[in-house]
């Protein structure tokens, strides 16, 4: 079983960065595609990112290609999420999540898709 945290959340002015990161444990991080969702009150859950076990693929939804950049260190099993050019519109709480091992793809857009949770971080722009 893997087992998710998130960390680094927080409030920042709108223009501002966060960087955000997850740590795996309790299974072998380089087996697992990684991906990054988020969920705004009253929304639904939503992809961000996703990369690939070896890191060497990346994934993006619309909204935050150009500002948000996924990575993973799998020497310390974490994947992190650098937020630049934040707007009131990325205030929402961020997951990070994983796939089924192995079989588990980083382009996967659907929460359905995702396996394994953290319980989330809140992250707040204000404008």
């Known amino acids: 079983q893997l087992q998710l945290v998130e960390s680094g959340g927080g409030l920042v002015q709108a223009g501002g960065s966060l960087r955000l990161s997850c740590s795996a444990s309790g299974s072998t991080f380089t087996s697992y595609a990684m991906g990054w969702f988020r969920q705004a009150p009253g929304k639904e859950r939503e992809f961000v990112a996703g990369i690939s076990w070896s890191g060497g693929n990346t994934y993006y939804a619309d909204s935050v290609k150009g500002r948000f950049t996924i990575s993973r260190d799998n020497a310390k099993n974490t994947v992190n999420l650098q937020m630049n050019s934040l707007k009131p519109e990325d205030t929402a709480v961020y997951y990070c999540?994983?796939?089924?091992?192995?079989?588990?793809?980083?382009?996967?857009?659907?929460?359905?898709?995702?396996?394994?949770w953290g319980q989330g971080t809140q992250v707040t722009v204000s404008s």
């Open positions: 999540a994983a796939p089924e091992s192995y079989s588990g793809r980083y382009y996967y857009v659907s929460s359905d898709k995702y396996k394994y």
